[in-house]
């Protein structure tokens, strides 16, 4: 079965420093998310992308990040100058059809930042 | 404003005990309901979705519009049923979904 699939799995980066965080979605899904997970707490929406802009972000997603889909198969999120607070589980999606299908998620890219 | 509750961190039951997964959500439009679940060291996976109205591992879950609720429920839970379970909002027209805090279930033996 297709996968959603997320590198680096575990990533530690000093604080100031840039991220991208790699994600290769579900080859014919068209709708690309990335949620976040900060240890104990809920899932929260970063951002939506279809058709190759960004379709909705939250007020989480800030000037310091930006995603792109550079090649028609990689979707990347990069953190242009992490903060403490940006440590978390970084959940790449992606969705075949449109708003309120099924989500498939990847394993996740657990990011710390010292 | 679109939200999903999830008002029990933790449930903790007994292995063949029914379980019910509470899930209040508010959302003006026609809402697109989810369970998802998150296994020891897993990915989060679909667990079930209104619309389809199927039972997946014994669990249903019933879009009551009335009460805005989508309980999650089973009759007698299973220890491999242990998990993170989130309830989520789709909403229709908007590129997102909404997660609730998630309830952790705990099956005792």
């Known amino acids: 079965e297709p996968e959603v699939t997320q590198t680096p799995s575990h990533q530690v980066t000093q604080m100031g420093q840039e991220v991208i965080l790699r994600c290769v979605p579900i080859s014919n899904h068209l709708y690309f998310y990335w949620y976040r997970q900060i240890l104990g707490q809920k899932v929260e929406f970063l951002v939506s992308f279809y058709n190759n802009e960004i379709s909705e972000k939250s007020e989480i997603f800030d000037d310091q990040f930006s995603v792109e889909r550079p090649d028609g198969s990689n979707f990347t999120l990069k953190i242009r100058s992490t903060k403490l607070e940006d440590s978390a589980m970084y959940f790449c999606a992606s969705q075949e059809s449109g708003p309120g299908n099924t989500i498939y998620f990847g394993e996740g890219s657990w990011l710390t930042v010292v | 404003a679109q939200r999903v509750t999830q008002p029990e961190k933790l449930l903790s039951v007994f292995k063949g005990a029914p379980v019910e997964l509470k899930c209040n959500y508010s959302?003006?439009?026609?809402?697109?309901l989810f369970w998802y679940v998150q296994y020891s060291r897993q990915r989060l996976q679909l667990l079930l979705r209104?619309?389809s109205r199927e039972s997946i591992k014994g669990f249903t879950a019933d879009l009551n519009k009335g009460e805005t609720s989508f309980h999650l429920k089973k009759p007698f839970a299973q220890e491999e049923d242990s998990a993170m379970y989130y309830c989520a909002l789709g909403t229709t027209g908007g590129f997102k979904t909404i997660f609730g805090a998630g309830t952790r279930l705990f099956v005792k033996a």
């Open positions: 959302y003006s439009g026609s809402p697109e």
């Open positions: 209104h619309i």
